[in-house]
């Protein structure tokens, strides 16, 4: 004959403890439009938000569903760990998607956008149908050598004015931060550590890595990601096609270069199809 079971004791009962180590899943924020078969990811620039890319994004709209994200830190997108840099950013945006239908994914990156989806192409490829960069960074410039000469010199400025706010309570660091400090970098606030890592980040191997087909379009008068940065890109990747868009900008390439985008975007999309 069997024991009679223990009635359970709420005293003894031993409550479960949350483990405050673990974060919640970060939870982007994204605008959504459009309506079809393919979807598609657009990923902006720094400091921007999505609504940056929605002009462009809108002419698309017929061609698939288009997920217009803030990414982390910037819109209503909460920041990730401190320092993260943009490999971080893909892995925590193929967690996000891995819980959506619809992929593979196109990916629509400007600037920053672009260097994440390089990541996403070169770490998740099985999200990845293609990439299309606007402006694309990731891939360090020519520099002449008096250029990198400055940059040493800043450079070493830059650490004793550091060492002598640690040792002597001083206030040169700030000071050479307002003199010498990008706009950029004075105003990343919590996300300085990653801004500063991502601006020395070199994709050469992510870009080797990428298998999809790829699109690149760089404006010819652009001077924070220009032309040889595109060109680079192209030598890179195995399967990619590099186009200068003439009289345009970083930024003006997204407003008023939107139509020489959706055109060369457009013509892209339909050689995927029949290829």
Request: hydrophobic letters at 40%; proline letters at 4%; glycine letters at 10%.
């Amino acid at each position: 004959m069997g024991q009679a079971a223990q009635p359970f004791s709420a005293a003894t009962a031993k409550p479960a403890v949350p483990d405050m180590t673990k974060k919640p899943p970060l939870s982007w924020h994204f605008e959504e439009l459009g309506e079809g078969e393919q979807s598609f990811v657009w990923l902006h620039g720094w400091g921007q938000e999505s609504g940056s890319l929605k002009r462009l994004a809108s002419l698309f709209a017929a061609k698939g569903v288009h997920r217009l994200y803030d990414q982390p830190g910037f819109g209503k997108t909460p920041m990730l760990e401190e320092g993260a840099g943009t490999a971080d950013y893909a892995d925590a945006l193929a967690k996000e998607l891995e819980g959506f239908n619809g992929g593979p994914f196109v990916f629509v990156g400007h600037s920053f956008g672009g260097r994440v989806s390089v990541q996403m192409a070169a770490r998740h490829p099985h999200l990845v149908k293609a990439i299309i960069l606007i402006g694309g960074a990731g891939l360090q410039r020519h520099r002449s050598v008096a250029f990198k000469l400055r940059a040493l010199v800043l450079r070493s400025l830059g650490r004793l004015a550091r060492l002598s706010d640690k040792l002597f309570k001083t206030n040169y660091r700030a000071a050479y931060v307002e003199r010498f400090g990008s706009a950029d970098y004075k105003n990343a606030g919590d996300l300085r550590q990653t801004f500063v890592k991502v601006v020395n980040e070199n994709l050469v191997t992510e870009a080797k890595s990428v298998r999809c087909p790829a699109l690149l379009l760089y404006g010819e008068d652009d001077t924070e990601a220009p032309s040889e940065i595109g060109r680079k890109y192209e030598n890179l990747m195995p399967i990619a096609r590099f186009t200068e868009l003439k009289g345009f900008n970083h930024w003006d390439i997204l407003t008023r270069g939107a139509y020489q985008c959706e055109a060369l975007i457009g013509s892209f999309l339909e050689d995927m199809r029949d290829a």
